[in-house]
């Protein structure tokens, strides 16, 4: 939802409250302007002040969620969490099929640590808002596996349903292979890395990751291989690319893997 009034996208400044206090005194009336001076202060910590833009709005548009859902945003920022819950829970009622206002019950709901009914509050706002974006879904499924082991396959399941719809997203397809590795799912998480390093234009990545968890999981020659498949790509890359500090890393950090489980199997071999 897109509250009245807001131009976002230009990053705040001095300038633009003194603009919106001269909206205010033009048209005093219009609840408008001060949902837009109350963003402005939250956003520098004005919390006093947002909230007394925010009773005036009230007072000019009773019962709109947009002052309810500011308000929430003021509470959070401040560290109130039950307080910005106890503003939101009324207009959930009334209007739960306002995504912001579901996403924010979840955000309230897990600072208060009670993770599944966030994971619920984030199923809401999923349905409320057709073409979610990933962030949605990952936090859905972040709370769920805060929840607790029982909720870690319905983790999981959200997580393919978003990829599903939004293909192979990487912050997705990451989320699941770690929750297919925590169930103990090793083989189903190297198909998958398999999978995203296949549609990827960047393999060395996930080859890497393939050789930690065949590493990890006791699987030294498959590992020694994945490691050195990902060297071999990273080697094939251009020179001005792999000089980025990133890739320096990674080419260490393969060179301290390969060395260490080649010398493992020499060991062996002796």
């Given amino acids: 939802m897109v509250l009245p009034g807001f131009a976002w996208g230009d990053g705040f400044s001095g300038d633009r409250l003194l603009r919106v206090d001269g909206r205010i005194a033009a048209s005093p009336e219009d609840p408008g302007a001060y949902w837009q001076r109350a963003d402005l202060r939250r956003e520098t910590g004005d919390f006093s002040g947002a909230l007394e833009d925010l009773g005036r709005a009230a007072e000019l548009a009773p019962g709109s969620p947009s002052t309810a859902i500011l308000r929430a945003r003021v509470y ?33 709901l897990l600072r208060l640590d009670r993770p599944g009914a966030a994971a619920e509050a984030f199923s809401m706002a999923i349905e409320a808002r057709p073409g979610a974006g990933p962030a949605l879904y990952l936090a859905r499924a972040r709370a769920q596996v805060e929840a607790g082991v029982g909720a870690w396959p319905e983790a999981l399941a959200g997580l393919d349903a978003g990829i599903a719809q939004m293909g ?31 549609e990827s234009g960047r393999r060395e990545t996930w080859l890497e990751w393939r050789g930690q ?21 990273l080697l094939e890359t251009p020179s001005s690319t792999r000089s980025s500090p990133a890739m320096q890393a990674l080419e260490y950090r393969l060179g301290q893997s390969l060395e260490k489980l080649s010398l493992a199997s020499q060991g062996k071999g002796d």
Avoid: F, T
């Fill in 168 to 198: 192979p997203v990487p912050g997705l397809v990451r989320e699941a292979i770690e929750i297919e590795i925590s169930m103990g799912q090793i083989d189903h998480a190297l198909e998958r890395i398999s999978r995203a390093s296949a």
């Fill in 76 to 108: 959070l920022d401040s560290g109130q969490a039950l307080a910005a819950l106890e503003v939101l829970e009324p207009v959930a009622r009334r209007e739960g099929s306002l995504a912001e206002v579901q996403r924010l019950r979840a955000e309230s």
């Fill in 213 to 233: 968890i065949l590493e990890n999981a006791g699987r030294s020659g498959e590992a020694l291989e994945a490691y050195q498949d990902a060297m071999g790509e």
